[in-house]
Structures are given as structure tokens and as C-alpha cells.
């Protein structure tokens, strides 16, 4: 990074502990006032991370998908600044950091972490809005790297603080393609547009029912606890293995299907058509990775069918055809995730699927609330035969999207 101090992002280590104490709200206004010389924020905003129920890979192909929100947020705290830097402190990152309106300008300025917040503070500006210059402390409860949208729940929260710090004119509808062009164009990262839609746009007790081409969204009721149903993510602790170059890859693939089969995206082909488009394509990795494609855009519109009819135990199926072909024809899958779903499986799951981007991250399993310990337990146990780190489980409800809250 070059430039003169007045347009150098600038990084200084603060301390940080290694298991942050108390709630998360508290922890972002009290990491205000001691970064910030005891002054209090203006306004505290969240925004959650998400687990998607069914949909992998289907966002970038112009598909279907059906997340929900966790309940675990990431928190800003911020207060608008009359200086000309945008001033950020991460209790995560343990580190402050700051940018001018330069570095804001040109995507690879800043980088790591606080290249989704300056992202997001570029990609406004390239929309035309007049955004505030601010000072944010950021705590998050979301899960770092386990494909739970932490990313996402960054920028969505940075977002909505920003936004309405501004009092920008930006209704919800248009927000999710800001925060994704915050991390294709200025982080880098060619993600497509659920996390971001998941982490603004959904609602407590539904699922997010996105289509990725016309963006339009429907609220599908999700009552686990009515059901007496839960749905338990195990984070596989695997380590993420070549993931970025992984979904690139099966990023291009996709693209390339779809020219070779002259179809704007992949989205186009239908499952009763899926016989005869598989028919004209030469390389058979590439039909596996259309069928996926396919198959789970059918998979998503029959589980949300299923959701409607209040057949919630029903989904299962889907849920465990999804993680074969992910494993079999998309081959995200890694031997850990596979085991925790086999496992559940086992143990009386409904089904179960790993949920994100994949190559490690969490596997999700549809049980009996009563159950749940038991599934957890039980897939521990085979983690320790194999000798894999030990897994860590929750139960969730799905939550709502980005909000004020203080
Ligand atoms: C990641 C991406 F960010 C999403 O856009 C989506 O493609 C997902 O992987 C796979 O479904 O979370």
C-alpha cells in the first residue's frame, strides 16, 4: 500500500481475548468507548450469519436457494466522524484499523479483514451514495471460517450501520447486490448472492426462499419448535482445503456448461431436460457438476413445497440427496463432513447435508428436538475413532436479518 498517511490504510494491534466474555452487543459498545476514548456510539446495528437448508451452489447459476439466519450476529457500534477516515476496530482481528476515501476507491487497498468493511464503504460510493465517514467497533459471534457467512454478516452489519448513519436512500431490495459487489470487486472473492441476501433479507421463524435471477424473495414458514422437530449444525473443524481456488473452479465450470449449452445460466435447464442437455456434453465431470446444478434446483422447490404443506420431518430426503450429490457430483465434500452426516444419519436423523460452500464448514441435521444430544454425541464419538478434531454442535431457530438495535 502507498500513498501519503492521509490515504494509507493504517492497522494497529490492540489486545483481544482468546475467548471473548460476555454478549456480543456489550462487548461492540464497550470496544467503542475504550477504542474510542470513552465516548459512546450512536447506534449499535447486527446483522446474523446463516445456515442454508438446501441450495449449494445454485446462487452463481442463476437458481434457487432456501437459507435461514442464525441467531449468532455480528455487531457494529459506530458513530459518524468529522474527520476524513473511516476509523475500524475488530475484537476478532484484535487490530484498528483506518482508510481514507482513496483507499475506499481502489478495490486491493485494504485487504484482509477490513476489506469487507472498505468494500462496503466502495461499493455505496459506486453506487452514488454520499456516505458518512464513521468510526465502528466490531464484535461477531458468528463462527470464523466454518461456511457460516461470517463475511456476510460483516458487510450486511456494516451496511445497515452505514446506511442509516447517512440516512441513505437504499431500500432492503437493493442491498444485498451492494454487499456482494463489496466482496467480488473490492475483497475478491466471487461469491454469488445468498449469504448477503440471507443476512439482510431473512426473517425470524422462515426460511429465505431466494430466486437468484429475479432476486425476488418469499418468507416460507419454518416452525421447528411447533413441529418438535430442531435443526443441529455440527461444525466439522476440518480444515478448509483449497476452497477459494475449489469454487472458482466449480464456478467456471458451471459457466462454461452453460455456454456450451447456450443457455444464459445453468438455471435454464430443467430436470426433464437434464437427460438430453447431459447428452451434449462431452466431459463427464462437467455433466456431474450440471447435475448437481439441476437436481438441486428441483430439490430446493420440492423441499419449499414440503415447508408450505407443514410436512417439515419430510424434507429429510431431500436434505441427504443433496449431500450425495454434492459429495458424488459437485465433489465438495470432505471426509469429515461426510462422516458427521453418515453419522447423524445413523443415529435417526430425518437427513442431513453439509451447508456452505464446502471443502469443511458445518453439516446440518433435520432431528427430533429430543434427539439432538444424542445425534451431537454420537457423531463426537465417531470424530474420535477416526481420529478427527473433536466437532462442535448447536442447535438453531432461524432469526431475522439485518436490524438497529441499540
Ligand atoms: C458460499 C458463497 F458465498 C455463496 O454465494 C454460495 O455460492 C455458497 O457458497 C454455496 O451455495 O457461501
Redesign the pocket.
Known sequence: MTGTPDTTHRQTTTSHPDRPVGPVTERATAGFSTEYGGERPAGVWAAPGRV?LI??????NDGF?LPFALPQRTVVAAAPERGRRWTVWSEQAGARISFGRADAAEPGRVTGWGAYVAGVVWALREAGHDVPVARLAIASDVPLGA?L?S??ALESAVLTALADLGELDLPLADRPALA?RA?NDYAG?P?????QSASLRCRPGHALFLDCRTLAVEQVPFDLDAAGLAILVIDSNAPHRHAGGE?AAR?AACESAAAALGVPALRDVTVDRLDAALAQLDDETVRRRVRHVVTENQRVLETVELLHAGRLAEIGPLLTASHASMRDDFEITVPEVDTAVETALTAGAYGARMT???FGGCVLALVDAAAAETVASTVAESYARRGFRAPSSFTVTPGGGAERIG
Request: net charge negative.
Open positions: 442454508n441450495g449449494e451452489h445454485t446462487d452463481y436457494v461456511g457467512s463475511s456476510a456482494q466482496e472473492v461469491c454469488g448472492i445468498m449469504d469454487y464456478r456452505g460452500g464446502g
